[in-house]
């Protein structure tokens, strides 16, 4: 059973990077059937999906956040990993990471966040 | 880009009764983008149907998926403890990718 661990620094100064880690146990990054995505979720708030990648290294953002991420992978340690630049309050929130499903069926190919972490806690302050 | 607008935002009801939770989007989507996810608290959300209507391993059969177009619904008949909840739907955008999501159903007891 695939499991999925956040894991990085819980608290970050303004103006700078914040950089997580997410390993996958259970299963192989790189088996070419995922996605690997992160999504954070402001104190009290809903879902933001912020990104994914694929075991070659493409990749998608929420194109309002572009400009601050990067989200990389390391297949010899099966991990993907979120950097966040120029980080301030208001990107203080839990961050996850998760794996991005193709499902197929008769009416065709859907998809979805199958399996998550339990979320990293990350608060921007001085 | 497509909006998706929950109601209401937050429903009480006693376990045993069944819900109606709504998710509106903002333009016509496929049903084969729409999914709906499980959050109770502290925890991390869990998905609950894909594609509009096909419940998620292990979801047992009291979830049901339905809608098209702009209007989709989430029921549950007779609900449990855990099903106290937020539950939030989800589009799949393929061009480019892109994952967004309601703002949330607060699912209480009453």
């Known amino acids: 059973q695939v499991q999925l661990q956040e894991s990085g620094p819980g608290l970050v100064k303004p103006s700078q990077t914040l950089s997580l880690t997410c390993t996958v146990s259970?299963?192989?990054?790189?088996?070419?059937?995922?996605?690997w995505s992160w999504i954070r979720q402001h104190p009290g708030k809903g879902l933001e999906w912020l990104g994914y990648i694929y075991y070659t290294g493409n990749t998608y953002y929420n194109p309002s956040l572009k400009s601050r991420l990067t989200i990389s992978v390391d297949t010899s340690k099966n991990q993907f990993s979120l950097k966040f630049t120029s980080v301030t309050a208001a990107d203080t929130a839990m961050y996850y990471c998760a794996r991005d499903s193709v499902f197929y069926s008769g009416s065709g190919t859907s998809f979805a966040l199958d399996v998550w972490g339990q979320g990293t806690t990350v608060t921007v302050s001085s | 880009e497509i909006v998706l607008t929950q109601s209401p935002g937050t429903l009480s009801l006693p376990p045993g009764e069944r819900a109606t939770l709504s998710c509106r989007a903002s333009q016509s989507i496929s049903s084969n983008y729409l999914a709906w996810y499980r959050q109770r608290p502290g925890q991390a959300p869990r998905l609950l149907i894909y594609?509009?209507?096909s419940r998620a391993t292990g979801i047992p059969d009291r979830f049901f998926g339905s809608g098209s177009g702009t209007d989709f619904t989430l029921t549950i008949s007779r609900l449990e403890p855990e099903d106290f909840a937020v539950y939030y739907c989800?589009?799949?955008?393929?061009?480019?990718?892109?994952?967004?999501f309601g703002q949330g159903t607060n699912l209480e007891i009453k």
């Open positions: 594609g509009a209507s």
């Open positions: 259970g299963g192989s990054i790189s088996s070419g059937r995922y996605h």
């Open positions: 989800q589009h799949y955008d393929s061009s480019p990718p892109m994952y967004t």
